[in-house]
């Protein structure tokens, strides 16, 4: 088990009817919010007239930037930082999915940032960096997935030069999270099931390490795999009942505020080379990540065999002999591919209807801005490429 | 699932050789520091001239208060709010295990009440209080047990009185808890045994509620309790490897920092029924707990079987039909008692050389200040001396 530190002060309110408290969570970070959002779909389903109210009610003065799409763009990041510093904005409050909530991150510190800082040349390019300071942010989720409402990270797309990067930084975790299950209700199957392949590979990318002895955090992964794998199933199936959505969503924080991977480096390839395929693609992350994992994991199982076979067992309780771990570790990903299909989600490139033409492209995009990706092998272009291709 | 809040901002430093960070982790929440600690044992085994060491490099006032035992005095409490007064403390460094912190903790809020607030009467004594504030607290842990380095609560004794009571509130989670495992090596047996059970307590005490849908919690929970029984065990068997004593702490203050019981309502009344032994008789609380649980399984179990036999499945891995379900309950029941012999604690009172004279008013003394005890099942006085003769 390796030192680590672990900080995470978000505060999570959790349940039916919870939305309205938003005002009151907001009033403490100052009377100027800009409400960030997405397409539109909050004010068919009500969450944006119940936030509205709210925060009207807690007497605060809203500016509204909506607009956020999936794969959030760079240039949207830009009008918004600029929008931030023209109405002296104080707060922002996401409401929506990742996408909003990483498009607000990157505004909140992107407001801040010293006029000879860019906030993406000189961050999201620039792997290792440290936000020093941010707009305090609020989240209303109503997508479990990107688990951005308490996660350190964003993720943001300048779709001009198809790139997809990621800054990760205490600063800019989410001060509260209001999350009401039966905002799920009205999620399309997809994007539900999208959801559920990010909860799954936030949890595997934390899962896949050559770290030893650090069986606690193997054994929460583990159970949150397993819950997210039997939850997301049944909130299909059965998508208006709250006791599945809940499940979900509270199973897509637990797995990326970082408390179950404590004592390790995790690997994150699969998101890595993810982001290129939805960096030139645009297809949804989820989808993306059910496409890379089985071929990422077919890739490098053998560097850590025993690790696999751990997952197998503990993960999808396969049952066959010790004498082939091979055999063993194959299954495992069987499960794994008949998971993503029972979701409905693509397992090849080919499914999502993408043929070979960009995939040495993509291999060397992604090594712009560092050496390799992943760190249970760490991966050059060649193996990116490799991968790729076992994914066709 | 019910509704839930969740808030744990303490920063955690976890490790080997972590120590040394106690001043940088200090020096920001004033100069005068009290360093509040138990009998001595950390001037044995180093660490408190590593701490000394580096809250002098921080240039930070420190001044003693030593002397906290198991079980903690109110009357040390009552001494310590005086001495910080006196010597306008800003700030209170705990270092030790349970016992220091939650003294530290009632010092800490019991220090700025207003005048005309008692911290016995009007807090610990009231059930349901609010502290408003509290001088700030760290923690540098040296026992994995209570959790108390990361918990919103503190459990202080009356020794004139022979009461021992608790109070919850998040104004008094701790900023910062620095846990190096290493610290754990020099740990008497008994007492790694005792914090063992105390751990596993606190996660029974959460996995035994009536709410019915909240499986994440119910999974981590199964996969904490799981751990502190393997890695306990090795812990006692291999006292100086790290890997073991590592697991074990960070399984403490996962157990009890209130992330992984989200969504329901703990039992506690095991706690509560124990303090009343310890109370009395001022055993060690981890010893108590070993006697009481099982006792508490086998009065109240036919209220909810089911969770029972997924308590038995999931953690025990009973292999019996269901057709039976009160012999699988019962073979739980049986190894959690062979557990808690494996850690060398008394499973009866006869054990632990306690007879019947006090049962009677172990019971009435457990209704002072409130009509019940527990959640899962509500206890009075009757079922309190039920339980207590089971365990005889």
Redesign the interface.
Same mark, same amino acid.
């Given at each position: 088990?390796?030192?680590?530190?672990?900080?995470?002060?978000?505060?999570?309110?959790?349940?039916?009817?919870?939305i309205g408290q938003v005002g009151e969570l907001a009033k403490g970070y100052g009377k100027r919010v800009l409400l960030h959002y997405g397409g539109g779909s909050i004010k068919k389903n009500g969450v944006y007239s119940q936030v509205v109210e709210s925060l009207k009610a807690a007497k605060l003065d809203v500016v509204e930037l909506g607009g956020v799409v999936p794969n959030p763009r760079l240039s949207l990041v830009r009008e918004g930082i600029a929008l931030c510093k023209k109405e002296k904005i104080d707060f922002i409050l996401a409401v929506g999915g990742g996408s909003v909530i990483d498009s607000a991150k990157a505004i909140g510190f992107g407001t801040v940032l010293p006029d000879n800082e860019d906030v993406w040349d000189d961050y999201y390019m620039k792997g290792d960096c440290v936000v020093r300071k941010s707009l305090p942010l609020g989240v209303v989720l109503t997508i479990p997935a990107a688990g951005s409402e308490s996660s350190t990270g964003t993720v943001v797309t300048d779709w001009e030069n198809n790139l997809k990067r990621a800054v990760n930084s205490e600063t800019i975790i989410p001060k509260f999270a209001v999350m009401d299950p039966e905002t799920n209700y009205t999620l399309p199957a997809y994007q539900t099931a999208c959801g559920a392949a990010d909860i799954l590979a936030h949890l595997q990318e934390r899962y896949f390490t050559m770290e030893k002895?650090n069986?606690?955090s193997d054994?929460?992964l /583990?159970?949150?795999m397993?819950?997210v794998i039997?939850?997301s199933l049944m909130a299909l199936k059965h998508p208006n009942d709250?006791?599945y959505r809940? /499940?979900l969503m509270?199973?897509g924080t637990?797995a990326h505020n970082n408390?179950l991977d404590?004592?390790r480096v995790g690997d994150w390839a699969s998101h890595d080379i993810e982001h290129e395929i939805s960096g030139q693609y645009d297809i949804a992350h989820g989808a993306g990540l059910a496409i890379v994992f089985p071929a990422w994991m077919k890739y490098v199982y053998r560097d850590n065999i025993d690790r696999f076979v751990q997952y197998a067992l503990r993960v999808w309780d396969i049952s066959l002999t010790f004498d082939d771990k091979d055999a063993i570790v194959e299954a495992a990903i069987d499960r794994l591919e008949a998971f993503y299909r029972a979701l409905g989600l693509p397992v090849r490139l080919s499914d999502a209807g993408i043929g070979n033409e960009r995939v040495r492209k993509m291999a060397e995009s992604a090594m712009i801005g560092r050496d390799s990706v992943g760190n249970f092998r760490k991966l050059k272009a060649d193996d990116v490429e490799k991968i790729l291709k076992l994914a066709l």
């Open positions: 088990m390796l030192n680590f530190s672990y900080y995470n002060p978000t505060r999570i309110v959790f349940g039916k009817g919870t002895h069986d606690l054994k929460m /583990e159970s949150a397993r819950n039997a939850y709250y006791r809940a /499940e509270w199973t637990l408390q404590r004592g």
